[in-house]
Protein backbone atom coordinates (compact mmCIF):
# COMPACT_ATOMS: atom_id res chain seq x y z
CA UNK A 1 0.00 0.00 0.00
CA UNK A 2 1.04 3.06 -0.64
CA UNK A 3 1.38 6.48 0.46
CA UNK A 4 -1.35 9.20 -1.13
CA UNK A 5 -1.42 11.96 1.24
CA UNK A 6 -4.44 12.80 3.20
CA UNK A 7 -2.76 12.70 6.66
CA UNK A 8 -1.76 8.71 6.93
CA UNK A 9 -1.27 5.73 4.74
CA UNK A 10 -3.71 3.08 3.11
CA UNK A 11 -1.53 0.85 5.18
CA UNK A 12 -1.70 2.91 8.40
CA UNK A 13 -5.08 3.44 8.79
CA UNK A 14 -5.71 -0.28 6.93
CA UNK A 15 -3.50 -1.45 10.23
CA UNK A 16 -5.51 1.02 12.79
CA UNK A 17 -9.08 -0.92 11.50
CA UNK A 18 -7.12 -4.17 12.02
CA UNK A 19 -6.03 -3.86 15.69
CA UNK A 20 -9.75 -2.70 16.66
CA UNK A 21 -11.02 -5.05 14.73
CA UNK A 22 -8.73 -7.65 16.63
CA UNK A 23 -9.88 -6.52 20.10
CA UNK A 24 -13.42 -6.67 19.56
CA UNK A 25 -12.69 -10.21 17.90
CA UNK A 26 -10.96 -11.05 21.19
CA UNK A 27 -13.57 -9.39 23.38
CA UNK A 28 -15.84 -11.52 22.37
CA UNK A 29 -14.43 -14.99 22.08
CA UNK A 30 -13.10 -14.29 25.74
CA UNK A 31 -16.76 -13.56 26.64
CA UNK A 32 -17.80 -16.73 25.41
CA UNK A 33 -15.21 -18.69 26.92
CA UNK A 34 -15.12 -17.55 30.21
CA UNK A 35 -19.37 -18.05 29.99
CA UNK A 36 -18.71 -21.41 28.63
CA UNK A 37 -16.34 -22.18 31.25
CA UNK A 38 -18.93 -21.26 34.09
CA UNK A 39 -21.59 -23.29 32.48
CA UNK A 40 -18.72 -26.16 32.43
CA UNK A 41 -17.42 -26.10 36.13
CA UNK A 42 -21.32 -25.32 37.53
CA UNK A 43 -22.63 -28.23 35.39
CA UNK A 44 -20.49 -30.04 37.56
CA UNK A 45 -21.82 -29.31 40.70
CA UNK A 46 -25.28 -28.37 41.76
CA UNK A 47 -26.78 -25.34 39.71
CA UNK A 48 -30.01 -24.12 38.76
CA UNK A 49 -30.54 -25.05 34.86
CA UNK A 50 -32.25 -21.11 34.73
CA UNK A 51 -28.67 -19.84 36.01
CA UNK A 52 -26.45 -22.30 33.96
CA UNK A 53 -28.97 -21.27 30.41
CA UNK A 54 -28.54 -17.65 31.26
CA UNK A 55 -24.32 -18.39 30.76
CA UNK A 56 -24.70 -19.97 27.86
CA UNK A 57 -27.02 -18.05 26.32
CA UNK A 58 -24.32 -14.82 27.00
CA UNK A 59 -21.64 -17.29 25.00
CA UNK A 60 -23.82 -18.15 22.27
CA UNK A 61 -24.11 -14.45 21.62
CA UNK A 62 -20.71 -13.90 22.06
CA UNK A 63 -20.13 -16.57 19.24
CA UNK A 64 -22.65 -15.08 16.90
CA UNK A 65 -20.52 -11.32 17.99
CA UNK A 66 -17.66 -13.09 17.01
CA UNK A 67 -18.54 -14.46 13.67
CA UNK A 68 -19.99 -11.36 12.48
CA UNK A 69 -16.83 -9.48 13.49
CA UNK A 70 -14.72 -12.14 11.53
CA UNK A 71 -16.97 -11.96 8.47
CA UNK A 72 -16.82 -8.22 8.02
CA UNK A 73 -13.44 -8.32 9.08
CA UNK A 74 -12.37 -10.96 6.00
CA UNK A 75 -14.87 -8.98 3.84
CA UNK A 76 -12.91 -5.65 4.46
CA UNK A 77 -9.35 -7.31 4.11
CA UNK A 78 -10.93 -9.42 1.14
CA UNK A 79 -11.86 -5.71 -0.39
CA UNK A 80 -8.41 -3.68 0.77
CA UNK A 81 -6.73 -6.78 -1.03
CA UNK A 82 -8.77 -6.60 -4.31
CA UNK A 83 -8.46 -2.74 -4.37
CA UNK A 84 -5.23 -2.33 -3.94
CA UNK A 85 -4.22 -5.12 -6.38
CA UNK A 86 -6.59 -2.91 -8.87
CA UNK A 87 -4.90 0.40 -7.82
CA UNK A 88 -8.15 1.60 -6.57
CA UNK A 89 -7.41 1.74 -2.85
CA UNK A 90 -6.45 5.55 -1.80
CA UNK A 91 -6.01 7.71 1.53
CA UNK A 92 -8.20 10.14 1.36
CA UNK A 93 -8.45 14.06 2.47
CA UNK A 94 -8.73 13.59 6.47
CA UNK A 95 -10.28 15.81 8.49
CA UNK A 96 -10.47 16.40 12.47
CA UNK A 97 -7.42 13.80 12.89
CA UNK A 98 -9.23 11.24 11.40
CA UNK A 99 -7.73 9.14 8.94
CA UNK A 100 -9.44 8.01 5.68
CA UNK A 101 -9.05 5.24 2.90
CA UNK A 102 -11.07 4.75 -0.45
CA UNK A 103 -11.86 1.66 -2.23
CA UNK A 104 -14.47 0.13 -4.93
CA UNK A 105 -16.38 -2.92 -4.04
CA UNK A 106 -17.60 -4.27 -7.32
CA UNK A 107 -19.74 -7.74 -8.51
CA UNK A 108 -22.83 -9.41 -7.27
CA UNK A 109 -21.90 -10.29 -3.99
CA UNK A 110 -20.64 -6.20 -2.91
CA UNK A 111 -23.85 -5.37 -1.27
CA UNK A 112 -23.39 -8.33 1.28
CA UNK A 113 -19.36 -7.11 1.45
CA UNK A 114 -20.44 -3.89 2.00
CA UNK A 115 -22.92 -4.97 5.03
CA UNK A 116 -20.69 -6.76 6.13
CA UNK A 117 -18.32 -4.30 6.81
CA UNK A 118 -20.58 -2.03 8.14
CA UNK A 119 -21.43 -4.21 10.79
CA UNK A 120 -17.88 -4.72 11.78
CA UNK A 121 -17.06 -0.90 11.58
CA UNK A 122 -19.82 0.13 13.68
CA UNK A 123 -18.70 -1.71 16.64
CA UNK A 124 -14.65 -0.13 16.01
CA UNK A 125 -15.54 3.27 15.77
CA UNK A 126 -14.64 3.77 12.03
CA UNK A 127 -17.81 4.85 10.01
CA UNK A 128 -18.42 3.55 5.98
CA UNK A 129 -19.88 6.49 3.14
CA UNK A 130 -20.98 4.33 0.04
CA UNK A 131 -21.61 5.97 -3.27
CA UNK A 132 -22.27 3.03 -5.74
CA UNK A 133 -19.03 0.74 -6.14
CA UNK A 134 -16.49 3.58 -4.00
CA UNK A 135 -16.34 3.22 0.14
CA UNK A 136 -14.48 5.33 2.17
CA UNK A 137 -14.10 4.75 5.59
CA UNK A 138 -13.11 6.95 7.96
CA UNK A 139 -11.00 5.74 11.29
CA UNK A 140 -12.37 8.41 14.14
CA UNK A 141 -9.66 9.46 16.42
CA UNK A 142 -9.03 7.63 19.40
CA UNK A 143 -10.76 9.50 21.94
CA UNK A 144 -14.32 9.33 19.51
CA UNK A 145 -14.01 5.63 18.52
CA UNK A 146 -16.04 3.39 20.15
CA UNK A 147 -13.41 0.79 20.84
CA UNK A 148 -11.82 0.22 23.96
CA UNK A 149 -8.63 -0.89 23.28
Not at 117 to 131: A, F, K, N, P, Y
Amino acid sequence: MTDSGGGGTEAQAFREIMRRAGHEIRNALSGAAVNSEVVRSRSQRDGSARELAAFAERAAAQVSEASSLSDGLLALVGSVVASQSEGSLKAVGAHGGAKRIELMLYGDSSTAIASDIERLTSRIGVTVEQDGQRVILTILPEGKSHSKD
